[in-house]
């Protein structure tokens, strides 16, 4: 029984090692002090705690092209692998799919505007919601097994290289931000499309 199961130890710790090495990476931990912002980027909040990283945006965006769209055939038979921050400073590899949470027309109108849902290679019930676009960049979702949930965002709007990984208790609570710009994350025109920044089921800031 104990060769059984530091066989299965060891079995687990190479998928854990091979997750990780399939899964292209594209981020690069950063110094808090190292960070260079462009003088035309905007810095809407700063969390308690937070770890900062660079991301190569295109080749992420390229990556994620690749993915299939979910619930289909092709879904079953590939599975499209990032890494993705965690709020803990680790990296961590998810498999993700397309999903389509535009409706048609939008979607046609707004191509370049893509969300992309998943699930960890090695946390088992840990779930992964990506948004990709060029007004906010990259915008990640990550709800952990015990109901708890992380955050991947640009670093400061109006520029692509610089992002940040924390915890929502680390939200700064004090902060009285617009609810069109912290609940949604919506491009601009675009009513009714969002990454939720809250958790799911949360209620949607009103049309103004």
Partial sequence: MRQLSSLLLVFGLFSNM???????NHWNSVALDAVALPASAERLFEPY???????????????LAQAPMEFTYEAQQKACTVQIPQADGTLEPFAVAYTQVM?????????EIRTYAGESM???????RITTGPYHGLNVMIIRPDKGVEYVESLAKGQNLYYMAYDRHNF????????????GQRAPDMPGTYTDRYSPGAPKPQER
């Fill in 18 to 24: 091979f997750a990780q090495t399939a899964a292209p």
């Fill in 103 to 111: 409706a048609p027309g939008l979607a046609a109108r707004f191509p």
């Fill in 122 to 128: 090695v946390t088992p019930g840990k779930r992964v």
């Fill in 49 to 63: 705690v937070y770890t900062a990283y660079t991301l190569n945006y295109d080749a992420m965006v390229a990556t």
């Fill in 172 to 183: 700064p609570k004090e902060l009285n931000i617009d609810a069109k710009t912290m609940a």
